[in-house]
């Protein structure tokens, strides 16, 4: 059974930095590519970035190039999302995904995965 939880989210100012974590509590997690999507009010869920099996390649949507950072534990079934220089725009639902059938990079697309995590709350502020 894979099991996925946020946490992490929060208030921020804007050009602050906050770290997501999800953690997964199966053994699939290792093997499985891992995207990190968000979404805002009124809008649809957004690719935000994705990694590899090994944490050895990683994808990320423009918007948040040079901003965000995602990385991964497999000792400790981990997936991270550090994000820095925060906008306004940033505030949205953060979830985790896991794509099982995938070791390679994950895809940018929501129903390529099948594992989703309940979400964390990010709000930055102006």
């Known amino acids: 059974q894979v099991q996925l939880v946020e946490s992490g989210g929060g208030l921020a100012q804007a050009g602050g930095s906050l770290r997501l974590s999800c953690a997964n509590s199966?053994?699939?997690?290792?093997?499985?590519?891992m995207g990190w999507f968000r979404q805002a009010p009124g809008k649809e869920r957004e690719f935000v970035a994705t990694?590899?099996?090994?944490?050895?390649?990683?994808y990320y949507a423009d918007s948040v190039k040079g901003r965000f950072t995602i990385s991964r534990d497999n000792a400790k079934n981990t997936v991270y999302l550090q994000m820095n220089s925060l906008k306004p725009e940033d505030t949205a639902v953060y979830y985790c995904?896991?794509?099982?059938?995938?070791?390679?990079?994950?895809?940018?697309?929501?129903?390529?995965?099948?594992?989703w995590g309940q979400g964390t709350q990010v709000t930055v502020s102006s």
């Open positions: 995904a896991l794509d099982s059938q995938n070791y390679g990079l994950g895809s940018q697309r929501p129903e390529s995965y099948d594992y």
């Open positions: 990694i590899n099996w090994s944490g050895g390649v990683k």
């Open positions: 199966g053994s699939t997690f290792r093997s499985a590519a």
